[in-house]
Nanobody
Framework: QVQLVESGGGLVQAGGSLRLSCAASGRTFTSYSMGWFRQAPGKEREFVAA????????YYSDPAKGRFTVSRDSANNTVYLQMYTLKPEDTAVYYC?????????????????WGQGTQVTVSS
């Protein structure tokens, strides 16, 4: 069982930056690949970024590529999503998720555990 708690969301102006954190419980954090997803009102939850259990591979959606960076700190059981040059269309609830596998990380169904989400609002 893995428990995930996101933090770091908030209100930011377009062009600004935010860093989201996701703290994971348990002693086997390094066994899990981690993903970030987001869900805007009235839309499906969509993939944003992921990092494999070793941290050796990262994956990004097209909107996130070049603006967002996913990283992990195994010493603190935390995964981060650093977001730069934020746009109003980035407004959503952001969720982190964990899975014991290293493939299919772009798909919601791959993930076994989810956090409760953190709201990111980007004003124009």
């Amino acid at each position: 069982q893995v428990q995930l708690v996101e933090s770091g969301g908030g209100l930011v102006q377009a062009g600004g930056s935010l860093r989201l954190s996701c703290a994971a419980s348990g002693r086997t954090f390094t066994s899990y690949s981690m993903g970030w997803f987001r869900q805007a009102p009235g839309k499906e939850r969509e993939f944003v970024a992921a990092i494999t259990s070793s941290g050796g591979n990262t994956y990004y959606s097209d909107p996130a590529k070049g603006r967002f960076t996913v990283s992990r700190d195994s010493a603190n059981n935390t995964v981060y999503l650093q977001m730069y040059t934020l746009k109003p269309e980035d407004t959503a609830v952001y969720y982190c998720a964990a899975t014991p596998v290293i493939y299919g990380l772009r798909y919601r169904s791959t993930y076994h555990w989810w956090g409760q989400g953190t709201q990111v609002t980007v004003s124009s």
